[in-house]
């Protein structure tokens, strides 16, 4: 009697089992804007406080070769929320429409609703539209197409860092509020939202995204998380940054790099300011990350409930020069990607190992079809990604994937694999990595005869074909260069695919004015080939102001010539200056000791963080004796 009552009690349990490995898991699908690796989990920053972050990544597995299929908010997340590639549906930029290049596609929402599944969002999901059809309930409403809520910002802007120019984002701006979370707002609401959702019963298994703008510029939050890390005058710079770290690779690259924000940061003092705001607003989200957190795990759905976190890309913080997104390298390409999903369903019935790290490469465009197959729906055809629930399985299963990070047109883009990543612009110039021994991307291999292997493999994984970018309806707008750089500049288009078209010259001092085509991208260099500006045209009147170069905005410094001062006494008061060689040092008796101070001062340059260029020495400049500008 007793073996029958065992073997029933068994049988009622396995058939339970079978039952709650068939019921549809919800879905809280985390989105963070302009994360980098600076939490703790992942190691980026040793001064980032992101006990949240890491209490989820600890739960689940965490990806730590995690990267976006684009290097911009809006083909990034486009590419996630539709499952199609930027070089698939021709969306490559931030100032692409959506709706415009893919009028017909699915979004992850929709078509989880088309398959029983209730669909609510709240905050920035999209890029800065909502796309209302697609979903059943939305905070702020849908029928606004504003994702976000009211928030406090300071009623006097700029507080830290002087517009410089046009060119300059109006939000690239920080500062600590004196106001709580709630008078604060932003993604608090966001957070009260989602909480309230993750509280209730439903009747059908629900998808919900929670989309937390912060740590995304304007790096304002209130002052209790500037507390939480340490001072401006303990504050660390960043560990990938290094000086002279331009010097291996293509001109496009620097050009790409030195985008003006970075030497107008440190012109006006403010990198650690800013390396302490943007820890701030990490924090900040962290703890938006634990209210949601915790109402997910005292609520009803705790056990039933499937958590993905990701970011949209990373960011710059000075590594490689550069301030802000928008390139291929690692500190962009590379963002936190984390899942956690709870035993008893179908496709992972034993959920994920508790604690796992998986360093095999993944992509965010992963994503759709992983949900799919979690969720035991049909698979959305069109999807570019691959599923990752094998990953989620065992962590250290066979993978081949290796994800491609798209830039702003056709054909620019990174690879990256386990081991290493390679870069490629539009002109075919080249950049490989070995991750594994150089994480911060320090040392370009290109060149290097011993990884021409390496390189051949990437280049077989090049898509054969690129879908050309779609650009709004053409008009005729007007765009405006002014030359006040004190030299004859060259200026040229860049069609897509193609090689570059000269145009009219600018000379000294003058504006010149052409009539163009939205979309269209332009080059100004001076006739040395140095590159000043790389831009699109984006608007109908448009203005571009071509600066006076300096040392700091430039990073090239070539050199100065005493041989009776000393090198060694040398101050960072030659930034702000040009400085050119003397022709004499470079020729005649002199040339030996000419290129030995070079070498000297190249040394020196390269700890005060600029370039040394030796092929502009025919432009001597002379200080006289005594001088601010001089130098040894």
């Known amino acids: 009697m007793m073996f029958r009552i065992f073997i029933l009690m068994i049988c009622c349990w396995h058939a339970s089992f079978l039952a709650a490995a068939d019921e549809r898991p919800n879905f809280l699908f985390i989105c963070v804007d302009d994360l980098n690796d600076w939490i703790g989990c992942l190691g980026g920053h040793p001064q980032a406080i992101t006990p949240n972050f890491?209490?989820?990544?600890?739960?689940?597995?965490?990806?730590?070769?995690?990267?976006?299929?684009?290097?911009?908010?809006?083909?990034?997340?486009t590419a996630v929320m539709t499952g199609i590639s930027p070089h698939v549906s021709g969306l490559y930029a931030n100032r692409q429409s959506m709706r415009q290049v893919l009028p017909d596609a699915q979004i992850i929402p929709k078509y989880f609703s088309e398959h029983g599944y209730w669909s609510g969002g709240s905050g920035k999901i999209l890029h800065y539209f909502i796309d209302a059809d697609s979903w059943t309930e939305y905070f702020p409403e849908a029928e606004s197409e504003n994702p976000f809520p009211r928030t406090l910002y300071p009623s006097n802007r700029p507080v830290s860092l002087p517009r410089a120019g046009d060119w300059q984002y109006i939000e690239t701006d920080w500062g600590a509020l004196d106001a709580t979370d709630e008078e604060f707002g932003g993604d608090y609401l966001v957070s009260e939202w989602v909480s309230e959702q993750l509280k209730k019963k439903r009747d059908q298994p629900f998808w919900l995204a929670c989309g937390?703008?912060?740590?995304?510029?304007?790096?304002?939050?209130?002052?209790?998380?500037?507390?939480?890390?340490?001072?401006?005058?303990?504050?660390?710079?960043?560990?990938?940054?290094?000086?002279?770290?331009?010097?291996?690779?293509?001109?496009?690259?620097?050009?790409?790099?030195?985008?003006?924000?970075?030497?107008?940061?440190?012109?006006?003092?403010?990198?650690?300011?800013?390396?302490?705001?943007?820890?701030?607003?990490?924090?900040?989200?962290d703890e938006m990350l634990g209210r949601v957190l915790d109402a997910l795990e005292e609520g009803p759905n705790a056990d039933?409930?499937?958590?993905?976190?990701?970011?949209?890309?990373?960011?710059?913080?000075?590594?490689?020069?550069?301030?802000?997104?928008?390139?291929?390298?690692?500190?962009?390409?590379?963002?936190?990607?984390?899942?956690?999903?709870?035993?008893?369903?179908?496709?992972?019935?034993?959920?994920?190992?508790?604690?796992?790290?998986?360093?095999?490469?993944?992509?965010?465009?992963?994503?759709?079809?992983?949900?799919?197959?979690?969720?035991?729906?049909?698979?959305?055809?069109?999807?570019?990604?691959?599923?990752?629930?094998?990953?989620?399985?065992?962590?250290?299963?066979?993978?081949?994937?290796?994800?491609?990070?798209?830039?702003?047109?056709?054909?620019?883009f990174s690879l990256s694999g386990e081991k290493h990543r390679y870069i490629r612009y539009i002109d075919g110039s080249e950049e490989l990595y070995n991750i594994e021994d150089d994480p911060y991307e320090w040392t370009n291999l290109a060149s290097n005869k011993y990884f021409a292997d390496v390189l051949a493999q990437f280049r077989e994984l090049i898509p054969e074909d690129f879908a050309p970018k779609i650009l709004p309806p053409a008009k005729r707008p007007s765009l405006t260069i002014t030359n006040q750089t004190g030299e004859f500049l060259e200026l040229f288009w860049l069609p897509e695919?193609?090689?570059?078209?000269?145009?009219?010259?600018?000379?000294?001092?003058?504006?010149?004015?052409?009539?163009?085509?939205?979309?269209?991208?332009?080059?100004?260099?001076?006739?040395?080939?140095?590159?000043?500006?790389?831009?699109?045209?984006?608007?109908?009147?448009?203005?571009?102001?071509?600066?006076?170069?300096?040392?700091?905005?430039?990073?090239?410094?070539?050199?100065?010539?005493?041989?009776?001062?000393?090198?060694?006494?040398?101050?960072?008061?030659?930034?702000?200056?040009?400085?050119?060689?003397?022709?004499?040092?470079?020729?005649?008796?002199?040339?030996?000791?000419?290129?030995?101070?070079?070498?000297?001062?190249?040394?020196?340059?390269?700890?005060?963080?600029?370039?040394?260029?030796?092929?502009?020495?025919?432009?001597?400049?002379?200080?006289?004796?005594?001088?601010?500008?001089?130098?040894?």
Request: charged residues 25%.
């Open 497 to 632: 695919n193609a090689e570059s078209v000269p145009l009219k010259g600018i000379e000294v001092g003058e504006s010149r004015r052409i009539q163009t085509t939205i979309g269209h991208q332009f080059r100004v260099q001076s006739t040395s080939g140095r590159v000043h500006e790389e831009f699109e045209c984006t608007e109908a009147e448009q203005t571009i102001v071509i600066p006076t170069s300096d040392a700091t905005d430039a990073g090239e410094v070539a050199f100065v010539g005493d041989k009776s001062k000393n090198l060694n006494h040398q101050s960072r008061d030659i930034e702000g200056w040009t400085v050119y060689v003397d022709e004499k040092l470079l020729s005649g008796e002199q040339e030996a000791l000419g290129e030995t101070a070079l070498r000297l001062l190249e040394d020196k340059l390269f700890e005060l963080n600029c370039v040394c260029r030796r092929n502009e020495s025919s432009n001597c400049r002379r200080f006289p004796s005594g001088s601010t500008g001089s130098t040894s």
């Open 304 to 412: 039933s409930t499937i958590v993905i976190l990701w970011s949209d890309h990373g960011w710059h913080l000075g590594e490689k020069e550069h301030w802000q997104k928008y390139t291929a390298w690692r500190v962009c390409a590379r963002v936190p990607l984390m899942i956690r999903v709870p035993p008893g369903f179908k496709a992972l019935p034993e959920g994920t190992p508790v604690g796992a790290v998986c360093s095999r490469p993944v992509s965010l465009l992963d994503l759709f079809p992983t949900m799919t197959e979690l969720a035991g729906i049909p698979e959305k055809s069109d999807n570019d990604g691959r599923s990752i629930v094998p990953l989620l399985k065992d962590p250290e299963a066979e993978w081949d994937e290796v994800p491609m990070t798209h830039l702003d047109r056709p054909g620019v």
């Open 212 to 285: 937390f703008y912060r740590p995304h510029e304007p790096w304002f939050v209130p002052k209790r998380y500037f507390d939480r890390v340490p001072p401006v005058s303990s504050i660390r710079i960043p560990p990938g940054w290094k000086p002279g770290d331009l010097i291996d690779v293509p001109e496009r690259a620097r050009a790409l790099a030195r985008n003006r924000y970075f030497p107008h940061i440190q012109a006006h003092g403010e990198w650690r300011n800013a390396i302490q705001a943007y820890l701030a607003s990490i924090a900040f989200a």
């Open 54 to 77: 890491d209490r989820l990544a600890a739960s689940g597995v965490l990806f730590t070769n995690a990267y976006c299929p684009a290097a911009s908010c809006n083909p990034s997340r």
